[in-house]
C-alpha cells in the first residue's frame, strides 16, 4: 500500500483512483538533449516548442 505520483493520462489510463483531487504540485521541468543532438534542425524545432509550452504566456 501507498501513494504514488505519476501523470494523469497515466492514471487514467490504468485505472487508478485519485486520493486527493485538490493537490497540485509545483515541480520544476527539465528539457534535455544530447549536446549532440541539439542543433539537428528537427530536434531543435520540437525542443524549442515544448520550451515554449511549458514557460507559460
Do not use: K, N, Y
Not at 494523469?8 to 485519485?18: F, K, Q, S, T, V
Not at 544530447?34 to 530536434?43: A, M, T
Amino acid at each position: 500500500m501507498g501513494i504514488g505520483i505519476c501523470q494523469a493520462g497515466i492514471a487514467r489510463r490504468d485505472g487508478l483512483e485519485p486520493v486527493c483531487p485538490d493537490l497540485t504540485l509545483d515541480l520544476p521541468v527539465w528539457i534535455v538533449a544530447h549536446e549532440d543532438q541539439i542543433e539537428l534542425p528537427r530536434l531543435r524545432v520540437v525542443f524549442d516548442r515544448l520550451v515554449a509550452a511549458v514557460s507559460g504566456p
